[in-house]
């Protein structure tokens, strides 16, 4: 069996990029929707779950990349120390080929196999909110002109960058 040890560790390093990379997305993960998006409730609350949802809850986008970068982490780890036990396997082998006509042994080594971790992804549960207008219908109309609805094309736009982003790290896992 021919081993190409350039390539292997050529794809560790590739792999420990891109975890790098996505250690950046997810470190740079922010919601522009909060619960100051809107005095009026129900709203408001739409704005505090969508932060949740991006930034701060187990089950958040930023928590599950942080996951998934522990798992990059991982697979580089294990390539790594797979790497190692290849060129130790190699050089033992040859060693032994060498002194195999004197009696001689070759040595014995062992790698440490490393548990995969848990991913940490975990579900993400809110209450549907209730909007409440609120008493007078000028009361409302001046919360509604306070509402930051700038904010939603900005939401939209950074989870359009985020998932593009992500993409460009699972195309260079699938090279």
Do not use: C
């Not at 930034?55 to 780890?77: C, I, M, R, V």
Request: hydrophobic share 40%; proline share 5%.
């Amino acid at each position: 069996m021919q081993i190409n040890f350039l390539n292997l560790f050529n794809q560790i390093s590739e792999i420990k990029g891109l975890s790098e990379q996505l250690k950046g997305v997810a470190d740079g993960v922010r919601s522009p929707l909060n619960s100051g998006f809107s005095p009026v409730m129900g709203i408001k609350d739409v704005g505090g779950i969508h932060e949740r949802v991006l930034t701060n809850d187990p089950g958040s986008a930023q928590h599950s990349l942080k996951g998934f970068n522990t798992q990059l982490a991982w697979l580089a780890e294990t390539l790594q120390t797979e790497l190692a036990s290849f060129e130790s396997q190699d050089e033992l082998t040859s060693r032994g080929l060498d002194v195999a006509d004197a009696g001689g042994g070759g040595g014995a080594s062992s790698m440490p196999i490393v548990s995969q971790p848990d991913p940490g992804y975990s579900p993400f549960g809110f209450t549907v909110p209730i909007v409440d207008p609120g008493a007078s219908i000028m009361g409302l109309a001046s919360n509604l002109f306070s509402t930051r609805f700038w904010d939603v094309s900005e939401a939209n736009a950074r989870w359009g960058a985020l998932s593009g982003e992500v993409a460009d790290i699972v195309a260079g896992l699938e090279r």
